[in-house]
């Protein structure tokens, strides 16, 4: 995960979190589990991806838990673009 890389931190999480989670599972998420949507805060990934991105980039928990929430919200959008 360290060797995926991005220009920032919302790059990074971008990279990885498309590498590990499909759009449709990741639809199904929300970073506090609202609107009827698992909570992905809870997850070991996210723990994990978290601790990678305050290694690799000089960053505060909240910026990478924020750039993580904004993927996950941007999910159905991604399903609907063509490939």
């Known amino acids: 995960m360290r060797r995926v890389g991005g220009k920032d931190t919302q790059d990074l999480v971008r990279r990885t979190l498309g590498l590990m989670i499909s759009n449709p599972s990741a639809a199904k998420y929300s970073w506090l589990g609202r609107r009827q949507k698992a909570a992905f805060k809870e997850f070991a990934l996210a723990k994990l991806i978290i601790e990678v991105a305050l290694n690799v980039k000089s ?13 996950l919200r941007r999910a159905k959008d991604r399903m609907k673009k063509p490939e």
Do not use: M
């Open 59 to 71: 960053v505060q928990k909240k910026e990478v838990e924020v750039a993580i929430s904004n993927w």
